[in-house]
């Protein structure tokens, strides 16, 4: 998305502690009619689950983890 004379569009969001980070940003797109984006952010967590895609099994790989942590983007 950009403005009327092409610069391209910024928006930030603040999400409050137990939020689910996925599913807010889910719904900021759907609200604000965003095809695609990226997205860059900084913070903590405390439960999240980590994937990767394995290219050899072809399936994501997924680790949990029920701790503090710091994420930054």
Known sequence: MT???G???S???RLE???EIIASVRELARKEA???AFI???GAVNDITLAFYDT???TYEETRLTQELEVVS
């Open 40 to 42: 860059s952010g900084l």
């Open 56 to 58: 050899m099994t072809r």
């Open 3 to 5: 403005t009327a004379d």
């Open 34 to 36: 965003i095809p695609s």
């Open 17 to 19: 502690s137990g939020d």
């Open 7 to 9: 610069a391209a569009l």
């Open 11 to 13: 928006i930030l969001a």
